[in-house]
């Protein structure tokens, strides 16, 4: 059976919202502007099951994110948290919520999704359906309870509000950009002949936690030698031997919002070509920088550092858009990359208050990757990179 937070809730229990990231006013701002455009939409309610929107919204957090959870937020009116029976005092504790209801193991959640639709009313309720958290039989399930209501694609409702973040969400950003940082700095200092690439991986991920990084959505990318030159490769117990290319990459985190950073290292002098490689991937990450202004449409960033590559003849060693959104992330993807992209034919306009990740890279696939990135945050004058270390090639 359902049961209401209120219902069950010792006398001596934790206290509601005592471990919340943010103020309830900020979190209640976040649920406003999110109805504002519910209404836009014209449905009376939406059900959000994506951990990333569900956070936003209410502070919500937890590792066991891998089972059902849902908000139902309607158009007006206080939201309703739907989580497993035992996540019931972290969603207490992390949250100003004063309505949270559970399913109990051996029930089916999309019951108790339906009672909660039912007791709103709402004839017509927006659904998150391009989600990776619910699979396509529970939503058959949960349409199947409720035959009679209508169901439009609310995927998309809350990214399009979380995609300019406020004071509050950028000054965990530039935390997290600092625990990025403190981390690649020890991965660097351990890069070097003999030395594996899990104590590299071991040096750098330590070093950002003791910096202060919560859990990290995405493991380090950690790569050496042949592999260094394979996307999204990450440490495997290879030995660093002379002339080795070594590529490292990590998104450290602050309350779930996470700056990524990229930098690359030689184990003694690199070949002419990934020199020159490296020099182009920096003169195309300044030309992205330089394009990245208020107003400009985010194709205009990828576009400036595609021609730059273009003009060099690496076009084929990039293959790839040069920027993503950053902000909140759980497993498995560190970036909010499913929501903006800086690419060709992205008409979308750049404004204050968003962040992205910009991986300036170029491959020779199977033999090495150069290049550097940066998280940055746009201002009304520009970007702000997230970072000041160094972008030029480390030699070891």
């Not at 972290?90 to 100003?96: F, I, K, L, P």
């Not at 070097?192 to 590299?200: F, K, L």
Request: overall charge negative; hydrophobic content about 45%.
């Amino acid at each position: 059976m359902m049961q209401h937070d209120q219902d069950m809730t010792p006398a001596n229990g934790p206290d509601r919202g005592s471990a919340a990231p943010f103020a309830q006013d900020e979190l209640a701002g976040r649920t406003a502007r999110l109805q504002r455009a519910l209404a836009a939409h014209g449905a009376e309610a939406l059900v959000l099951t994506g951990p990333e929107n569900i956070y936003w919204a209410t502070g919500r957090q937890t590792a066991g994110y891998f089972a059902f959870q849902a908000l139902v937020l309607p158009v007006q009116g206080r939201p309703i948290l739907l989580v497993r029976e035992l996540e019931r005092t972290g969603a207490r504790v992390s949250t100003w919520l004063e309505d949270i209801r559970t399913w109990q193991d051996g029930e089916d959640p999309a019951q108790a999704l339906a009672a909660i639709l039912r007791e709103l009313r709402a004839g017509h309720v927006a659904i998150e359906t391009e989600g990776w958290f619910v699979s396509p039989a529970l939503f058959d399930r949960i349409r199947a309870a409720l035959p009679d209501l209508r169901w439009t694609n609310g995927s998309g409702l809350a990214e399009g509000v979380r995609i300019v973040k406020s004071p509050a969400e950028l000054e965990a950003l530039r935390r997290a950009a600092a625990y990025s940082q403190a981390g690649m700095r020890a991965a660097i200092d351990a890069c070097r002949a003999g030395v594996s690439e899990n104590e590299i991986a071991a040096e750098m991920t330590a070093a950002a936690i003791r910096a202060g990084s919560d859990a990290m959505a995405m493991e380090p990318l950690i790569s050496s030698g042949p592999r260094a030159g394979v996307p999204h490769a990450t440490w495997r117990r290879r030995v660093l031997e002379p002339g080795d290319p070594v590529f490292l990459e990590l998104a450290a985190s602050h309350d779930r919002y996470h700056a990524a950073l990229m930098r690359s290292v030689w184990i003694g002098p690199p070949p002419a070509e990934a020199q020159r490689m490296m020099d182009v991937a920096l003169r195309a990450l300044d030309a992205a920088l330089a394009a990245m202004r208020p107003g400009r449409p985010c194709s205009d960033v990828h576009d400036a550092a595609q021609a730059v590559i273009d003009q060099a003849g690496y076009g084929d060693a990039f293959r790839k858009r040069i920027g993503y959104s950053m902000g909140i992330a759980f497993a498995p993807d560190w970036g909010e990359g499913a929501i903006l992209s800086l690419f060709t034919g992205v008409d979308q306009a750049l404004e204050p208050g968003m962040a992205f990740h910009l991986p300036a890279t170029l491959r020779r696939f199977g033999a090495f990757t150069v290049g550097a990135s940066e998280t940055v945050i746009l201002t009304p004058s520009g970007p702000e990179p997230l970072s000041d270390l160094p972008r030029q090639m480390i030699l070891r």
